[in-house]
Each structure stands twice: as structure tokens, then as C-alpha cells.
């Protein structure tokens, strides 16, 4: 598998390494359900069969963090960009 | 009838000489050691895997079930290679497998001894029960007697390489549709590689006597090799298997660079393993004959038709005569015209067709060849094949023959387009399976996908070819197209003959029979994939590319469904076997990865230094000298020199993070559980990070060197770890904090000095106006200066060890000259080198976690650091932390040990029980994380976790470790055995 990166272009998989999925947000740590929140931020993952927005770390290019869109049927990768942006 | 006098793809002016099974042999460049047997009469070349019947040729391919032999001895012996592939060299020896005492003379297969045993289902049947028979007969004998080759037991003495390739197209097989499919894509400009696992390029054409416009085939062949050797943009592989599609239009190949020489040339590797990455490709990879189901179908001298042909026409060999021909189609037929051509004689050829079509016996009268239409074989007898037995209009007669060349149609060798989950689809009118929806960016041409006239293949070819360079934007064109026979594919299915005498078997390789397919069907394992796994048809190195189609059609009879229902079971990676070496490729042994010495790695080795590999680093463990009996007298000497005087070690490869701007103080906040933010400039601090569920991650020190500068220390083991989820936190969860980090791990030597002289020490190295004196540089200060006489320094006033110490960071360069100026400024205080295992055990001593307690299952409260976290800020695994069963107070917390009888040895692993208590897990109080012998105590001493320990001080618990059978009493005690209140450190 490749995966284009915004910076440094079309790269081998094996110079990435991956998270999960790019969905969680880390709660709010003051709010009063904080503790269930923390649980399923740390804990709960969807597993879905198809479009996938995921976090992969470019560890052995740029050291970016990227939202990957992955089809997780065909390892299709539908686009990326640097989580900075991706999530802001 | 062995070699014929002329003709074949063999150079008869370079003879070779070999050996199988002891027995010399010649043979000629050009052979493999399957036609090169054939050439010397031998039928019988090995023995089946459950039964240990007498085997011999079945195909002349990459699909062989029966002849795999053990190739070259010593440590490159290599078990099950397929004879079939294997290429001639002068010197080759090889041996059957899998038969005792041997080939000719086996005794496991003396009355099927074990055959009643391993019936479909043996695996869950007979394995299974009665449980005592385990030991004594299933695993010593049945395991030992059902078996393929035996690996070598030396080291592989050879090379193997990784490598990558890039490409436009990738043309999978070199036969009539993919030279076309290459030359068309390589004319238009395209990037082309051709790969094909054949030593010769050309596929059938090899094999078969046709002809391409108007003349021998294999003219084209060398016409179509000239032309893309002269391309500049075209790669031509032989000896190359392509044996995955993976993502992104990634293919695995295995290139056989030096498997047809004794020995691989000086510099080259045995194999090399490709990564292919290709943006268009073209599956040109042929078909393979099929059997037919009856008894006594595994006999040595019963093979493929087109093998028959292949050995015939392209190697001028028959290993027997005459031969007969079985088949259901009418493309055996023309095999058996070509064999009859090259010299062997065709004693009849046996259609179960009742009326074959008038074309074909026109051709076999025309060569006198007798016919039996409606006809099927129901026996064959003879330890070597020596008669055939077949029933036609209710007529039986044996008729003598040494071969039996059988088809029963056709298979497209479609493996490879099923890798991405694509389900083959069955052709009736061609009675075979062809691909379904295919991997992204493959197309599929000629045979492989169910076009079998020659004509048709090259068509498809130049089609397919043109397609995949247009795609890309190439200007390609798919004509003119040379011109070669269009002979219609005339095949009636036939799978099984049912009334036939003697084992009849389906898939060669595993010995599964058309019982045991009758077996699965009446026990339930209908669905092919249940057959499968039941009968284990179709598994093993040749993946059932001869067992499968017959196997499901005769499942599908007995269920009464059509094959079209039944369906296939799916091909994965790899098509054909690859040695886990050519995988590894050259990471093995020293260069399974990098050795990462320290900047002080040459002078400690000078100094004598064992070295042990810590993280990613080689460290000095420690110094011995001469007349010290072990490392622990070393090591008590190293630890009692640094506590009275001085020691030295390096510290390079903690992690070393450099972050700088204005909200670095507020980032390290929320990652770790202390503040920093406060921290003054020129102070250091001791941290401790958790993972976002409340575990301890890290910890370290990080010093304060300007007003938005920090530098951060992390453990050895952590450092890329930590790095990352820095990167994490401040990219993912907090990109509006303006810091910026780098990594500084190499960029800095760092050499710590501990002991009551290290002062003394570091005077002498210091420069003005460095003032290292205690007011000038207090304990947990940083002072940046130059030491050495002008060499850019920081100096840490951090201790490890419990004693008054310091850790000079000098650029990387200067590590091992100031470790030199650091011993001769010591040598008036005797300092002294110490490595790991001291530091180690001066840490126990203090009472300081390590890698051992910071174990990814501690909190900050069972370490003991509860205290430490700030109340006041959020931070990463603050809210999980506070989870209840993290403030359990039965969980176990950090306490020292020691034993009761000063004289016992602690053993880390021990497990903690109360006294009295029997030994099980419901008992389990916790655990010993780290021991040391003490040389400071004169005893051993331990850190642990203990349920409730820091309430039970002075208690003492059983240290049970059945696994090196000790059980003694120890104490608990408080962590910090020596300086408990850390006054050295402030001196």
C-alpha cells in the first residue's frame, strides 16, 4: 500500500505508522460526564466497512500526523491531508 | 524411448551431469531436472505425502503435485522443489523425500499400513481419539510418516535481496499473449516489465509445433525477444515468479537468480525478492491440463497430456512408450499428434466422448492413431505404469502402455486475480473456471482467461497490452496481430470415472481421493471451503491448481448442484512457494538492524568494556579487570569506587527533545502530570507523563534553558515513542499551541558523573566563568557554558545514582575526547567507568523506577509518584486516572525488599503470597519488578509491587519463583536503600 503524502508525496506504507480512526475528539476534561467521555475517546472505535478517515504518522518522512481517507473494503486511499489542517 | 535423437530446446554440445538419489545422470543445458530424469528412463521420483505411494511426473510446470525432491545438500539443502522447475545444472543433486529405506523400497507404504488413519478428516478424527494414543502413535509416527522434505539444518550459507521496481505496465508471463501484450505496450513508449518464471520465454509455444505467420513459432518468439531487448524502456525477468498482487498496484516476485547454479556467482544472491510497483498489468498466465478422476490414477507414468507434449516436443524425451491418451477435449488430442511427431508412439487414444468431432479424427487416422470413443479408463496396473485398462461400449481391454497422458480440460491459471477477493466464474462451454472481478489495474489475456487458441492469445494480448499503455496515455495499437491457428476449443465435461478399480485420487499432493470427497459430502462439509479444510484438498505448495475444479465438481455432483453454485475456494498469495530467506531478504543476524554505538563506544571498548544492547543502542555494561573472577565482582567494585569517589557513565542515548516557543511551558502542563510552566529558567525537574488511560508512559527530566527553550530527557527504550506522541498532542489535539520540537538524541553526547568527587572533577573540566559550585549550580539547576577549553557544554546537576552528580551534554563530536578529559581530570579521585548494570543497581539502591516498573500496567500511585501530579491543570490521562480501581488500595504499590536471611538471592519475577498461603493466582499479592546484589549493603535487595505494601513496611511475604524453584522470606521495606533523604545529592 501507498500513501500520498501532502509533503513529501507517494510513499511506501512502511514509513507510515497508524493510529486509528480520525473521529475521537478529545473531550472536554472540565465537563461534568468528563469521565464517561475520556472512556469512549480512549476506548470505543467504529469499525466500518468502507470510506475511513484515520490517523497515520509519517515517522520516516515529514514526522506530519495525516487524516488518510482509506476505504477499508480495497485499502483504497480516497485522499489526505495533514491532521493540523484536516481538523481544525 | 528416453531421448530421441533429435529435436527439442536442449544444447546437445553441453552436457550435464547429475544426480538423483545418488545415481549419476547426464542431462543437457536447457533440460530441467524433471525432462533430464525423463531423458534417463526414471519414472519413480517420489513417494505421496500421506500414503507414501510411488509417484512420478505429473506436469512439466510450476503446478507439479507429485515430484517434489530435495535439491543440493548440506546447508543448501532445500526440501520440496518441484522437479519440474528446477534448472539443469552441471553438478545438481538431488534426493526424493518423504520414503523409508528408500525410493524403490518404502515401508510405510506397504499395505497402506496407515491409510485406514488418515482418511478425510484425519486431522479431527483420528488425532482426536483416544487421547493415549497421542504420544505413542499420532505425533511420533503418523506425524513422521505424512511429511514433505526435511529443511537443512546449517545456517543458509547464501544471500537473498530485497528490491523494488517501478513500471507502466507489468506483463505477468511470457507466452504467445504476454510477448504480444509487451511488445505492444513497449512500442508505444511505454515503461514495460515482463516477468516470466521460466527460464526461456515463450510459454506453450515451447511446447507445442505451430506455426506464426506461416512459419515455426518459435521464430516469433526470437523475433518478439530481439525486439524487446532493444527497447530501452523494457525489462525483461525470467526465472521470475510473480506470487502476489498486493495494494496499490504492488506485485511480489521472487527472482531465481542463482538457483540454476551450483553456487550463486561471487556478489550476487540466491534469490531476490521484487516489490513490483506497476501502474497498469497484463495476467498472460496460461492454463494448466487437468486430470481426470479413476483408479489408479496416481500411477508413475500417469500425466498430464500436455506434459506429455512439453517432454516430447520441447525436451525430445519420453520417459516409457507407448503411450495412451485419456482426455475429454479436443486439445489433448493435438498433444498427442505433436508427442506422435516427436517420436512418440500413441497406442490410442481413449475420448469419453461417444462421437468426437469428425476434424480431430480425421488428424488421428490421417496418423493412424487408433481411437476409442466413449471410452474411459477404469484401471492401470503396475508399480511403474504398465498397462491401461478401459471400457468402451461395454467392452473392457487392457492395452500395455508406459504413459498415460490424461486431460480432462483445461484451467486458466487465474491465482493471482483472485488475491483481492475476486470469485473465479465458471464457463460452461469451456467446462473450467476463469477470473471474475479483477485486482484494480490488472486485466487478464489470453489462457488465463479462457482464450486458448493461439491466434486467440496473441490477440488478446496485443488487445490487453494496448489497453493498459492507453489507460496511461501512451499511444498503443492492438493490430496487426501475427497470424496463427484458430482452432475452436472442443471439450465435453467429464470429472470422475465412478466405476473404476483402485484408489482414484483428486488431488495428488495430499492424497485426497474421490472417497474422501464422498466422505465430506456425507458428514456435512459440503461447502467447498468446508471441503477444503476436511479432505485438505487443495492446500500445500501447489495450491490444488491441479485438484481443485475436479474436486468441487465431484462435490457438486453429489450435492446435485451445478459448479456455477458450488462454486471455488479462493486463491491467496503466494502462487507458488518463497523461502521465509528471500523474505528476510539481508536483514538477518547482525543486519537485522542497525547497531547504534554511543559517542564514547570506541574509548570504552578500549577500556575493556562488555557491551549489551539497550533499545537501539550498544552501552557499555560493564568494565572488568583483569583478576575479577565475574561480572558481579566487577560490578560491586564500580558501584563501591562511584559511592566513595567518582564514577562515569554515558548517558547518550537517553532521549533528548528540544522545544521551543512561547507556550512550551503550557504544552508540557497537559503532558505531563507535574507543572513546568513554573519551572525557572535554569532549574530542572523530574516528569512523569501518562497515556491518555491513565498509565504511566514515560518519565524524565526536563530543564528550563530560556524563557521559551526546554529541553526534555526521556528514557532510552522511549525516546521515538515519546517523540511521537509529542508530535500527536501538539498536530492532532493541539495545533493552536505555537511549539516547535526536534529531536536531539544524536545531536548530543552526554556523560554523567556521580559520587562525592564529581565536583572536583567537573572543576577541573569546567571554563570560566562556568561556576559549578554548589551555590553556583544547585542541585536540579543547568548551566550552559564550555568546557574542555571552549567546547559548548550544558551541564545538568541530575543524579540517577543517589549521589552528588552532573550530566555534561557536549555536541556529539567531542563525546569520546571528553570522556578522556573527564578521566584524567578523575584520575587524582581513582574515577571510575561503570556501565549498565552498576547504574542499575545504584538506582535499586535509590529506590528510582525503571523500565522494569514502568511497565504500561503502573499508575503514578503504584510508583509511589502519586503525590507528584498536580491537582491544579488537566493533562494527558488525567481524567482515567481517577477511575476508581486506579485508587483501589489493594492495587499493587512500589516497596523495596530485602531478605530475611541476608544470605538468599532475589530473583526478579517472584511472585508475592502471604505466609501460609498455598501458591495459586487467586493468592497473587504482586510481584518483583528489579533485584540487585547490594554492594553499599553487603546484601541482595529488590523493588516490587505489592498489594497495599506501602501499609505493610516491615511485614514480611513468601518471594515464590517456582520457574528457578526458590520460596524464601522476605521484607518489605521502604523504596531507597541508600541516602533515603537525598542529602548526597544537595552536598
Known sequence: MRIPCPYCGLRDAHEFSYLGDAAPQRPDPAAPDAADAFHDYVYLRDNPAGPMRELWYHGAGCRRWLVVDRDTRTHAILGTAFATEARS | ?987
Request: charged letters at 20%; proline letters at 6%.
Open chain 2, 1 to 987: 524411448m528416453t531421448r530421441f535423437v533429435d529435436g527439442g530446446l536442449i544444447d546437445r554440445t553441453r552436457p550435464l551431469a547429475f544426480t538423483f538419489d545418488g545415481q549419476a545422470y547426464r542431462g543437457f543445458a536447457g533440460d530441467t531436472l524433471a525432462s533430464a530424469l525423463t531423458a534417463n528412463g526414471v519414472r519413480l521420483i517420489g513417494r505421496s505425502f500421506k500414503y507414501h505411494r510411488p509417484r512420478g511426473l505429473f506436469s512439466a510446470g510450476s503446478d507439479e503435485p507429485n515430484a517434489l525432491v530435495e535439491l543440493r545438500t548440506g546447508a543448501r539443502r532445500e526440501p520440496n522443489t518441484r522437479a519440474t522447475t528446477v534448472e539443469l545444472y552441471d553438478g545438481l543433486d538431488a534426493a526424493s523425500q518423504n520414503r523409508w529405506p528408500s525410493l524403490d523400497f518404502d515401508l510405510q507404504a506397504a499395505g497402506g499400513l496407515f491409510a485406514p488413519l488418515l482418511g478425510a478428516g484425519f486431522y479431527y478424527k483420528t488425532f482426536m481419539w483416544p487421547a493415549a494414543l497421542w504420544e505413542k502413535l499420532y505425533e511420533p509416527v503418523i506425524r513422521r510418516a505424512a511429511g514433505l522434505g526435511r529443511a537443512a539444518e546449517a545456517p543458509d550459507p547464501d544471500a537473498y535481496e530485497k528490491a523494488y521496481a517501478f513500471c507502466d505496465v507489468l506483463v505477468i508471463g511470457g507466452g504467445a499473449a504476454g510477448l504480444m501484450a509487451a511488445l505492444t505496450a513497449g512500442r508505444s513508449g511505454a515503461r514495460v516489465i515482463l516477468v516470466d518464471e521460466d527460464f526461456r520465454l515463450g510459454g506453450r509455444i515451447l511446447s507445442e509445433r505451430e506455426e506464426i505467420d506461416d512459419a515455426p513459432s518459435l521464430q516469433f518468439v526470437a523475433r518478439a525477444e530481439a525486439e524487446l531487448a532493444a527497447m530501452p524502456e523494457v525489462r525483461v525477468m525470467r526465472r521470475t515468479t510473480v506470487f502476489g498482487v498486493y495494494d496499490g498496484g504492488t506485485y511480489g516476485a521472487l527472482e531465481r537468480v542463482g538457483d540454476h547454479l551450483p553456487v550463486p556467482a561471487p556478489f550476487t544472491p540466491r534469490q531476490r525478492y521484487w516489490k513490483i510497483v506497476a501502474r497498469r498489468a497484463v495476467l498472460c498466465a496460461g492454463a494448466g491440463d487437468r486430470p481426470i478422476v479413476f483408479g489408479g490414477n496416481d500411477r508413475p507414468g500417469v500425466m498430464s497430456a500436455q506434459a506429455l507434449r512439453s517432454y516430447a516436443v520441447r525436451y525430445a524425451a519420453a520417459a516409457g512408450s507407448p503411450a495412451v491418451v485419456f482426455a475429454n477435449n479436443g486439445y489433448a488430442w493435438s498433444a498427442a499428434f505433436d508427442a506422435a511427431a516427436a517420436g512418440v508412439p500413441i497406442a490410442a487414444i481413449v475420448d469419453v466422448r461417444a462421437e468426437p468431432p469428425p476434424v480431430q479424427m480425421e488428424r488421428a487416422n490421417r496418423r493412424g492413431i487408433r481411437v476409442i470413443a466413449g471410452g474411459e479408463v477404469i484401471a492401470t496396473s503396475g508399480k511403474l505404469l504398465s498397462s491401461v485398462t478401459v471400457r468402451a461400449r461395454g467392452r473392457t481391454e487392457t492395452i500395455a502402455a508406459q504413459i498415460l497422458a490424461v486431460s480432462g480440460g483445461s484451467s486458466p491459471t487465474l491465482a493471482l486475480t483472485s488475491h483481492f477477493g475476486g470469485k473465479p466464474v465458471y464457463r460452461a462451454d469451456i467446462a473450467g473456471f476463469v477470473p471474475g472481478v479483477l485486482p484494480p489495474g490488472l486485466s487478464v489475456a489470453g489462457a488465463a482467461a479462457g482464450e486458448y487458441s493461439l491466434a486467440r492469445c496473441l490477440a488478446a494480448g496485443a488487445a490487453r497490452g494496448a489497453e493498459a499503455a492507453n489507460d496511461l496515455g501512451f499511444t498503443a495499437r492492438a493490430t496487426p496481430v501475427p497470424q496463427a491457428q484458430d482452432k475452436p476449443i472442443t471439450v465435453s465435461p467429464f470429472w470422475h470415472v465412478a466405476q473404476s478399480r483402485g484408489l482414484a485420487f483428486v488431488d495428488l499432493q495430499n492424497d485426497v481421493t474421490a472417497k474422501d470427497i464422498a466422505i465430506a459430502h456425507q458428514e456435512g462439509f459440503r461447502a467447498v471451503e468446508l471441503l477444503k479444510r476436511y479432505t485438505t484438498l487443495g492446500m500445500a505448495t501447489d495450491q490444488g491448481r491441479t485438484s481443485n475444479v475436479n474436486g468441487l465438481a465431484m462435490m457438486a455432483a453429489l450435492t446435485g448442484q451445478d459448479i456455477e453454485t458450488t462454486g471455488t475456494t479462493l486463491f491467496r498469495p503466494p502462487f507458488t512457494p518463497v523461502a521465509i530467506g528471500a523474505i528476510a531478504g539481508h536483514h538477518r543476524e547482525k543486519d537485522f538492524r542497525a547497531t547504534r554505538p554511543t559517542p564514547t563506544h570506541a574509548w570504552a571498548r578500549a577500556q575493556g568494556a562488555t557491551f549489551v544492547e539497550a533499545g537501539l543502542w550498544l552501552r557499555a555494561q560493564y568494565f572488568p579487570r583483569a583478576g575479577e573472577a565475574d561480572w558481579l565482582e566487577t560490578v560491586k567494585r564500580e558501584v563501591t569506587a562511584t559511592r566513595a569517589s567518582v564514577g562515569l557513565i554515558d548517558v547518550s542515548t537517553f532521549g533528548k527533545i528540544d522545544l521551543q516557543g512561547p507556550d512550551v511551558g503550557r504544552f508540557l502542563d497537559r503532558v505531563y502530570i507535574n507543572t513546568f510552566s513554573t519551572l525557572a529558567v535554569g532549574k530542572v525537574r523530574y516528569g512523569v507523563m501518562l497515556r491518555e488511560d491513565g498509565m504511566v508512559m514515560d518519565d524524565g527530566t526536563t530543564a528550563r534553558l530560556a524563557d521559551t527553550h526546554y529541553l526534555m530527557t526521556t528514557t532510552t527504550a522511549n525516546a521515538a515513542k515519546v517523540y511521537q506522541h509529542l508530535e500527536f498532542c501538539l498536530q492532532v489535539l493541539w495545533p493552536d499551541l505555537d511549539v516547535q520540537i526536534a529531536s536531539v538524541s544524536e545531536q548530543w553526547a552526554q556523560v554523567s558523573i556521580a559520587g562525592p568527587r564529581a565536583r572536583d572533577v567537573l572543576a577541573r573540566i569546567a571554563d570560566a566563568p562556568l561556576d559549578v559550585s554548589n551555590a553556583g549550580l544547585p542541585y536540579m539547576g543547568v548551566a550552559q557554558g564550555s568546557v574542555m577549553g571552549g567546547i559548548a557544554a550544558r551541564i545538568f546537576r541530575v543524579s540517577f545514582s543517589g549521589e552528588l552528580g552532573y550530566e555534561i551534554a557536549v555536541p556529539a563530536r567531542h563525546g569520546a575526547p571528553l570522556a578522556r578529559a573527564l578521566m584524567e581530570a578523575g584520575a587524582p579521585f581513582d574515577i571510575t567507568p561503570y556501565g549498565t548494570e552498576a547504574l542499575g543497581v545504584m538506582r535499586i539502591e535509590k529506590g528510582h523506577v525503571s523500565g522494569n516498573e514502568l511497565n504500561g500496567q503502573t499508575s503514578v500511585a503504584d510508583l509511589g509518584l502519586g503525590r507528584m501530579a498536580s491537582t491544579k491543570k488537566d493533562h494527558i490521562g488525567r481524567v482515567l486516572s481517577e477511575r476508581p480501581a486506579f485508587r483501589d488500595p489493594d492495587r499493587p504499590t512500589l516497596v523495596g525488599f530485602k531478605p530475611v536471611d541476608p544470605k538468599d538471592r532475589l530473583r526478579a519475577g517472584a511472585h508475592f503470597l502471604r505466609h501460609g498461603r498455598s501458591a495459586v493466582l487467586a493468592n497473587d499479592e504482586g510481584y518483583m519488578t528489579s533485584v540487585a546484589f547490594s554492594p553499599t549493603l553487603g546484601h541482595w535487595i529488590g523493588l516490587g509491587l505489592l498489594a497495599r505494601g506501602p501499609e505493610r513496611i516491615g511485614e514480611t511475604v513468601r518471594a515464590y519463583d517456582p520457574v528457578r524453584g526458590a520460596d524464601i522470606p522476605v521484607e518489605i521495606c521502604r523504596p531507597g536503600f541508600v541516602d533515603p533523604e537525598g542529602e548526597r545529592l544537595r552536598v
